[in-house]
């Protein structure tokens, strides 16, 4: 049929519609049909892929120096658990974005990867179960040395900071004799996590881990060294901030202690000032120093009255003497005493008393013991205390709304800065004996005149299309490859098949006259007609010549026989009718 003509079959649609889209479809031909869904299936699936490229959230590192050994395990796991993934040189694995998180954590509860960060597979006393028949001992001490090794690099790989860990003993062979026997020594090489770092505990953890599981070994012979070739063991760090100097745990709570006090400030002025209008920097000077007081201290003695008793002891007695000899003992102190002149009358001593007539004595002693006020006192000072803090905020100026609509920046009133200081004395605990100090300074931000000033618009759109280049490209070529796929493939054939042709050409595609619908079906019902006439014109002529024929037939039987036997001898390709 020539595509100049087309026709248009009303048959199934009612006199006086349109036919509707399914119709026109039926009525195309079979491979119109096959080209316009294929299209329509290339439309979609073109559409689904821009769709899909503009939600794509990129691929994300999962693990980088894999071994290939890790890798494959790793690999199967992955495709177990239906989680896309990218391979790259070095032994990098890439999942989507989203799901780095969870597929760690589910191929950490498999034990992926066994070999650690570093590709080196460590192993364990798993050496120990595949010994070798007829191993010498000098094999069986290495392997369970590196059995020890591969231990203890495991359970410091462990911690949460450290990413691998490789662990270097060197056990001394035994002697019997004590004087040459040597210690053995050890060295942990760490790889940490980017951003992580160890403080001095931890450090000491680690050595006492190793330090405890090999006999004989002291904690000085452990060296411990970082990927950067850092010696961690004999850093001031481990050995807790010697010669005065502060370690990472005391820095970081100081540093702590700067950012509670400067968020304090920021939160109690914010309200007022406005967001981004107050910036406020703390320094803190805190004493770490560890200082333990005894002290014994003895009150002056009480009030007789008052005091109290601690033991008392009387002794007391009398009776009578005989005279006692006297005299440089010889002949001469044997000789009776002569009789005396004159009487003599000596006094008594305290607490005796002497009857001369009986030769009677008497004797009385009181011993007495107090109570002394001792006070002893053992105080140990708290670690860490602050010494002194010092505070500066800087305060942008106020904006006030002018009558003509516009904003004006202006600085703080005094009062209003008085305010502001006495808010931040009371936020950071301002004490003047401690030597504290507070400098409140108001000032105009550089970044708010030009915002107050105002940005062109040129200036927003260059600044926009900068910053965000690689989104506006993406949604370009997303927007050409959809307008190419509607305008250009899907609307020229939806066109011919929506919308109904209501003209027809007649006698070719140049020179051809236009008919309307009305007289397309009037030149349909002619060329019935038509049509009908020349089949009865037909049938008329064939009736003749077989009316001929017959005629013929009775003349001349011989010559029409002759004619008949040579059609049938003839060759099938040369008969005629």
Request: glycine share 8%; proline share 6%.
């Amino acid at each position: 049929m020539d595509d100049a003509v087309v026709a248009v079959d009303n048959r199934d649609a009612q006199p006086g519609e349109k036919p509707n889209l399914i119709q026109r479809f039926n009525q195309l031909p079979n491979p119109r049909k096959i080209l316009i869904i294929a299209v329509a299936a290339a439309a979609i699936a073109a559409a689904a892929m821009a769709f899909l490229w503009a939600r794509d959230p990129g691929y994300k590192i999962l693990f980088s120096n894999i071994s290939d050994k890790d890798g494959g395990q790793i690999v199967q796991s992955l495709q177990q658990l239906n989680i896309p993934y990218k391979l790259e040189p070095g032994g990098v694995i890439s999942v989507p974005a989203e799901m780095v998180h969870g597929a760690r954590l589910q191929l950490a509860s498999q034990g992926l990867p066994k070999g650690g960060a570093n590709g080196f597979g460590t192993q364990g006393f798993e050496l120990m179960d595949n010994q070798k028949f007829g191993i010498s001992q000098f094999g069986e001490q290495i392997n369970y040395q590196r059995a020890v090794e591969g231990e203890l690099a495991r359970s410091i790989e462990s911690l949460s900071a450290v990413a691998s860990a490789r662990v270097h003993l060197a056990m001394p062979k035994q002697t019997v004799f004590l004087r040459e026997q040597q210690k053995p020594t050890a060295s942990v090489l760490l790889t940490l996590h980017p951003g992580r770092t160890l403080d001095g505990s931890q450090i000491a953890g680690i050595v006492h881990l190793v330090s405890s599981s090999v006999p004989d070994l002291p904690v000085k012979n452990v060296t411990v060294v970082d990927q950067d070739g850092n010696l961690l063991s004999n850093s001031p760090d481990f050995l807790g901030g010697g010669n005065g100097s502060l370690n990472q745990r005391q820095m970081a709570l100081v540093h702590q202690q700067e950012i509670l006090l400067s968020e304090r400030i920021q939160k109690i002025l914010e309200p007022i000032v406005g967001n981004d209008n107050v910036k406020a920097e703390v320094t803190v000077q805190m004493d770490f120093s560890e200082v333990e007081q005894a002290s014994e201290s003895y009150k002056p003695n009480s009030p007789p009255n008052a005091s109290a008793i601690r033991s008392e002891q009387s002794t007391e007695g009398s009776g009578a003497s005989a005279a006692q000899p006297s005299g440089v003992p010889g002949a001469l102190s044997n000789q009776p005493p002569g009789a005396a002149a004159a009487p003599i009358t000596l006094p008594n001593p305290p607490g005796v008393t002497v009857n001369n007539a009986g030769n009677t004595t008497s004797h009385k002693e009181m011993t007495r013991n107090y109570e002394v006020d001792k006070t002893v006192q053992h105080v140990k000072q708290q670690v860490g205390v602050l010494k002194r803090v010092n505070a500066a905020v800087v305060v942008n100026y106020k904006r006030v709304q002018q009558k003509d609509g516009g904003v004006k920046s202006v600085p703080l009133t005094q009062q209003e800065i008085n305010q502001v200081t006495n808010l931040v004395q009371e936020a950071i605990g301002y004490n003047k004996d401690r030597g504290d100090s507070v400098k409140v300074v108001n000032a105009a931000f550089a970044d708010r005149i030009l915002d107050v000033a105002g940005k062109s618009f040129i200036e927003k759109l260059t600044e926009y299309l900068i910053n965000n280049t690689a989104n506006i490209i993406k949604v370009i070529l997303i927007g050409l490859v959809l307008a190419y796929l509607m305008f250009g493939v899907v609307r020229p054939i939806l066109r011919d098949v929506i919308r109904p042709r209501q003209d027809k050409t007649i006698g070719g595609e140049e020179g051809g006259v236009a008919l309307t619908a009305e007289e397309l079906a009037q030149s349909e019902v002619e060329a019935e007609v038509v049509a009908e006439a020349e089949a009865s014109a037909q049938m008329a002529a064939f009736s003749e010549l077989l009316q001929r024929a017959k005629e013929m037939a009775k003349e001349d039987p011989r010559m029409v026989a002759t004619i008949i036997r040579e059609w049938l001898n003839a060759d099938p390709a040369d008969k005629t009718v």
